[in-house]
Nanobody
C-alpha cells in the first residue's frame, strides 16, 4: 500500500502562484509514476501532469505546459506541483496519484493510489 497526502492548496488571486505537495509513505519503492489530476465542480477529473520516479521524465497536459511544473524529491518521497499564472479556470480539487507499473498515463484508472485532494481556488 502507498499512502498519499496532499497539501499546499488555498485561495489565490488570478496571476498568483501556489506549490502543491504530496507526501508519499508506505511501499513507495513500488511506485513507477506519480501524477497530478484535478476536478472542478460539475466537471470530470482531468489529467494535469506526471513524472517518472526513477528518472524524473515528465509529461504534461497541453493546457498546463508552461504554467505548471511537476517535480519530485526522492529523499523526501514527496511530489510537487508548482503552479504559476493561475487563472480562475484552475479552480479545482487537486489530487496526486501513484501507479506501480507502466509509463505515463493521462487515464486516472491506471493509477493505483490516490490522495484525498487539496482545494485550489483562484479568484478573479
Amino acid at each position: 500500500q502507498v499512502q498519499l497526502v496532499e497539501s499546499g492548496g488555498g485561495l489565490v488571486q488570478a496571476g498568483g502562484s501556489l506549490r502543491l505537495s504530496c507526501a508519499a509513505s508506505g511501499r513507495t519503492f513500488s511506485t513507477s509514476v506519480m501524477g497530478w489530476f484535478r476536478q472542478a465542480p460539475g466537471k470530470e477529473r482531468e489529467f494535469v501532469a506526471s513524472i517518472r520516479w526513477a528518472d524524473s521524465n515528465t509529461y504534461y497536459a497541453n493546457s498546463m505546459k508552461g504554467r505548471f511544473t511537476i517535480s519530485r524529491d526522492n529523499a523526501k518521497n514527496t511530489l510537487y506541483l508548482q503552479m504559476n499564472s493561475l487563472k480562475p479556470d484552475d479552480t479545482a480539487v487537486y489530487y496526486c496519484a501513484a501507479r506501480t507499473g507502466g509509463w505515463h498515463s493521462v487515464v486516472g484508472i491506471n493509477y493505483d493510489y490516490w490522495g484525498q485532494g487539496t482545494q485550489v481556488t483562484v479568484s478573479s
